[in-house]
């Protein structure tokens, strides 16, 4: 697991900037957002798969993991249907669980709005469901293309949610320090009259 301090410096990165500096991995489907704009989170991944229809395995996840971690789920073939909503939320709030992403549906958008507990979906739905057993809790996941394991680091902000492996976080933070850096150099040559043409040389 990544050191808690390495995680929460990580976090004050944006994850476009993570992503970049990292070679371009690790980056989620765009289709999942936060429920808020303004939502953000940071953790350590805590993973699982819910049957489609079926959202028991969020709610015995949320006794299984760890304080710091997020939720990460999987769901098969059904996302359309409200797999989590304010009272999961605050459930997982007491438990000190930082956020969930979920590529499936949500609901209570205003509920969870209102406790401020950072849910990344892949949109609002109505719909109820069952307790269906079966899926899987803490084992190896996949969203996208991007195998997820417990352990890897999340990042998600309004532009998206990026996935690092936590071996490679303190390599991430020093590559994102790096790009910062030099985009604030770009800035600085463009308050100075200089285009972007002109600065990335491009052809």
Same mark, same amino acid.
């Given at each position: 697991? /990544?050191?808690?301090?390495?995680?929460?410096?990580?976090?004050?990165?944006?994850?476009?900037?993570?992503?970049? /500096?990292?070679?371009?991995? @690790?980056?989620?489907?765009? !289709?999942?957002?936060?429920?808020?704009?303004?939502?953000?989170?940071?953790?350590?991944?805590?993973?699982?798969?819910?049957?489609? %229809?079926?959202?028991?395995?969020?709610?015995?996840?949320? !006794?299984? /993991?760890?304080? %710091?971690? *997020?939720?990460?789920?999987?769901?098969?073939?059904?996302?359309? /249907?409200? !797999?989590?909503?304010?009272?999961?939320?605050?459930?997982?709030?007491?438990?000190?669980?930082?956020?969930?992403?979920?590529? &499936?549906? #949500?609901?209570?958008?205003?509920?969870?709005?209102?406790?401020?507990?950072?849910?990344?979906?892949?949109?609002?739905?109505?719909?109820?469901? +069952?307790?269906? $057993? @079966?899926?899987?809790?803490?084992?190896?996941?996949?969203? +996208?293309?991007?195998?997820?394991?417990? %352990?890897? #680091?999340?990042?998600?902000?309004?532009? &998206?949610? *990026?996935?690092?492996?936590?071996?490679?976080?303190?390599?991430?933070?020093?590559?994102?320090?790096?790009?910062?850096?030099?985009?604030?150099? #770009? $800035?600085? $040559?463009?308050?100075?009259?200089?285009?972007?043409?002109?600065? !990335?040389?491009?052809?």
């Amino acid at each position: 697991m /990544a050191d808690r301090k390495l995680i929460d410096k990580l976090g004050t990165f944006g994850t476009a900037t993570i992503h970049e /500096a990292v070679g371009q991995i @690790g980056a989620l489907p765009g !289709y999942l957002k936060p429920i808020s704009p303004v939502m953000k989170l940071c953790g350590t991944v805590f993973p699982l798969h819910c049957l489609g %229809g079926s959202n028991i395995n969020l709610h015995e996840a949320i !006794y299984q /993991a760890s304080p %710091g971690d *997020v939720l990460v789920a999987s769901v098969e073939d059904t996302p359309d /249907a409200g !797999y989590w909503g304010d009272i999961l939320s605050c459930a997982a709030q007491e438990r000190e669980i930082t956020g969930l992403v979920i590529d &499936g549906c #949500v609901r209570d958008a205003d509920d969870i709005d209102k406790l401020g507990f950072p849910v990344f979906a892949r949109g609002l739905n109505i719909l109820g469901t +069952g307790k269906e $057993r @079966g899926g899987s809790i803490g084992c190896q996941i996949s969203i +996208g293309n991007i195998e997820i394991n417990h %352990g890897d #680091v999340i990042v998600g902000d309004r532009d &998206g949610l *990026v996935v690092i492996p936590y071996n490679r976080i303190e390599d991430v933070i020093a590559a994102s320090i790096e790009r910062e850096e030099k985009e604030e150099d #770009v $800035r600085r $040559r463009l308050r100075k009259g200089e285009t972007s043409l002109e600065i !990335y040389k491009f052809p």
